[in-house]
Every structure is written in C-alpha cells, then in structure tokens.
C-alpha cells in the first residue's frame, strides 16, 4: 500500500468506525460517515497535518454529528422503540471491559438520551480519552464550553447507567437459566430471574412484531415473553453469542434466526431485556466487527 492517505485512513478505520458508531447506534450509518471521511481524506494536504488519527477523529466527528442530527428525524418516525444496531464482537472486544461497557446496549441506549453535541463530548472524552482542545475543535466550542459540557453529560449518564459492574460470566449464567426458563416455559422460573421493575424493549421496525412501547414489570414482561417468544426455540450461538462486548442470545424461530436479545443485568437479575428483530439491524450479527479505542 504505497499511498499514504490511504495506509493512514486504513490504520485508523476501525477506530474511527467506533467513534461513528458509538456516536450514531447504527452500524450502516456509521459506515456512511466513514465513505464521507475518506472522500475528505483524500483531499486534505497531509503536509500540513501535524496528528493524522486526531484529523481523521475531528473529520469523522464532525460528519456523526451532522448525521446524528437528521437521525432524530427518522427516530421520530420510527415505529416503536428504537435500539441500537447490534454487531457481533470480536473475542478481544469482551476482554476490554471497558469498550465492552461503552459499546453495551444498555448504555448506548442511555447515551440515546443525550443531545447530539452532548454524545459526541461524553464519547470522545469519556470512552476515547480525547483532550478538550481536540474536542473543542471537533464540534465547534470553546474547551471551556467543552468542559461544560462534558461534566454535564457525565452526570446525566452516571445518574442511568447500571449501577455496578457485572462479569461476563455472571451475565452469561443468568443468560443460560432465562434460556432454560424460556425453553421450558416455566414462569415462575421467568420471575425469579426478572427485577420486579425489569423493562423489555423490542425492535421490529414496523417489519416484525413487536411491542409498540416498553413493557414495564417483571409480570408484564413474562406475560409477553410467554405469549409471544416464549414459543421460539432459542439458542445461545457457540460460546455463547457475543454482541457489543457482552453475552447476549441469538433467538431461532422454526429453525430460522428471528433476533438478538441482550440483557442488563443488576444484583443477580435481568433488569433490562433489548430485542432487535429488524431484518435491517441484523445484518452484523452474522459476521464480527472489530472495534477498538486506539
């Protein structure tokens, strides 16, 4: 690979694809900001680049952040809860805990609830540990203005993330006895692992079936579950599934993939079940995405 633009712009893409992503929740749409990255790319005088991979993060920065913007239109429409697009993770994904948190469903849905300059500040400080003059320059403030901003998102994610970190291997058990519980139809069993205020969320899209709203109570949600999943016959693929970093389920309908179903769990229990069954959000569940924060 003999041009440089391109050697850099290679060496960085996985990098600049988990900014994109963890900015966007979409998986396509952060494919199309690295399209736009690299026809920017190409023009740019690297003569006059002192960080190429800072250059490369504020470019790709500032096109999430153009994105984001007209994503809250489509989100308005959408019909039903919207989830974050999952992506089956590489091994080492799951091993860096702290990418596996900033890349889990529960707190991607969590930095949803953040303005669109607030998300880029809390992602690029937080989970990528860029200065405030970078950032600064990235979305148009001041870095006094940047610090502002970032202490106020970091409050408003600590106030709603989960509130302990759990092991994969713990996820991974509660995992294999909801499996056991759902395959076996067993109710009490279902209640026994929910938190009293679980919430479930499903992503149909408006293409598949699925609850118009959250399902709030660990009786509601076993209801649900019962009455519609509970007749899938559900998989944990391999060893097991692996998506955005943690255990998650790949459920299997007549034999056939119908959906991701990942977990928050708090204190032992489910506390938050998220169901993507979109065709058009699963489209990286089949093959891994490789993420890193470097």
Known sequence: MNDPATATFVAHRNLLFTVAYEMLGSAADAEDVLQE????????????????????????TRLSLNRLRTMQRRKEAYVGPWLPEPLLTTPDVAENVELAESVSMALMLVLETLAPTERAVFVLREVFDVGYDEIAEAVGKTPAAVRQI?????????????????????????????????????????LDLLAPDVVLMSDGGGVKQAALRPVSGADKVVRFIIGGIGRAEVAVAGAPTVVNGNPAMALHVNGEFDGIMAVRVEGGRISGLYFVRNPEKLTRVASETPLTLR
């Open 37 to 60: 990255t690299w026809l920017r790319w190409v023009e740019v005088d690297l003569a006059g680049v002192r960080d190429e991979r800072a250059y490369l993060v504020r470019i790709t």
């Open 150 to 190: 970032a202490s106020r998102a970091r409050r408003h994610v600590d106030a709603r993330r989960p509130r302990e970190a759990v092991s994969a291997q713990e996820t991974r058990a509660v995992l294999e006895s909801f499996q056991r519980a759902l395959e076996g139809q067993d109710m009490q069993g279902l």
